[in-house]
């Protein structure tokens, strides 16, 4: 596995992530990794949140992210759901300053194994679980 820049795990690890629900949009940091966070009900038990785009934290321009993510919303989603019974919402992750984000989706009822492997497929290095204990960046091994 390749080495991940120090400034790179701190911007993980300090990732906003917002999920856009039908009622309500839902906002953590990745900086809460323990402690008690109200999930709402269509978030549990956990989620995981993943994006398709700038692979291997290389910035890609706006259009192509664009084409990324909706490739990766009409199949990943699409599968996982048709397939696994997985329910889709769709998030972003910023950094605190607004200054970088990215297009994600949040997965609900997908496995780790199943999270990790999505998140190899597309050359992502690192993918965020969501519970109602914190959240949890994990590597994506092999990547």
């Known amino acids: 596995m390749p080495t991940i820049p120090a ?16 009622n309500e949009s839902f906002v953590v940091s990745a900086s809460v990794s323990s402690g008690e966070i109200a999930l709402p009900q269509l978030l549990r038990p956990c989620f995981w949140v993943i994006t398709p785009c700038n692979p291997r934290s290389k910035k890609l321009s706006a259009q192509t992210n664009a084409l990324r993510f909706k490739a990766f919303w009409l199949t990943a989603c699409q599968q996982m759901n048709d397939v696994k019974g997985v329910s889709c919402f769709r998030a972003v992750g910023r950094s605190p300053d607004g200054a970088w984000a990215e297009d994600s989706v949040a997965f609900v009822g997908m496995s780790k194994k199943e999270a990790l492997e999505l998140a190899r497929k597309h050359d ?13 960046v994990l590597m994506a091994e092999g990547v």
């Open 124 to 136: 992502q290095n690192a993918v965020y679980c969501v519970t109602s204990l914190g959240v949890e």
């Open 7 to 22: 400034d790179l795990l701190e911007a993980y690890n300090t990732t906003i992530i917002e999920v856009a629900l039908p």
